[in-house]
């Protein structure tokens, strides 16, 4: 009897042969690689200003499943920027902000892994009074840098763009995970296990 390679069969046995490899045991519980979904989002935060970065996450089949990630800013004035304000702020002030706070992303649950599980802290290192030269020459003028990251709205807006952020990661994640599950990764595996079939996809 002749045998054939999963990509040798006509379309209708090719599709049954696939169904037939896509409820297999071994198909189905093999190990999903997705490191290297968490290592590019990693890069990607890393680029926005951020260090230290930790991605976690729990899927694809409960409602607590999600992701999440920590960190520490380590550029402000480029995280600034991210998370989509676009306030004109003087650049001494910016300077500033790099010395007298430490912004991190920081986990409150150690349970799930989800948008929720994670917050956005500011906290306070030096003084937060800022002394200006006025440029009319009628003396210094003091800015209460507290008072500039309120008006920006600061921590309101990072603590928005981490759980969307979070929420994009798990989409990623999630699709790269269904792919793995794919009838064209179901024909690779196929292949590449060497297994063979009849005429009308039946596995031999």
Known sequence: MRTYKIYELP??????????????DSFQ????????????ETEDLEVLGLENVEIAFTGFWSQGDGASFTARVNDIPNFI????ITDDILPKAL???EEVYEMRIVRTDSR????????????????TELILMSP???????????GLLEEIGLEDKASEWVKTKSKEIYRKLEKAYNEE???ETAEEWADSMGIEFDEEGNEV
């Open 11 to 24: 379309k209708e046995a090719k599709k049954s042969a696939i169904e037939e490899i896509k409820n297999r």
């Open 29 to 40: 519980n093999r190990d999903i690689d997705l490191d290297w979904v968490i290592e590019n």
């Open 81 to 84: 920027k991210t998370i989509g």
């Open 95 to 97: 300077a500033a902000f």
């Open 112 to 127: 799930y892994s989800h948008e929720n599980t994670v917050r956005f802290e500011i906290e306070e290192m030096d003084d």
């Open 136 to 146: 009319f020459g009628l003396g210094d003028i003091t800015m209460d840098l507290n």
């Open 181 to 183: 599950f794919s009838d």
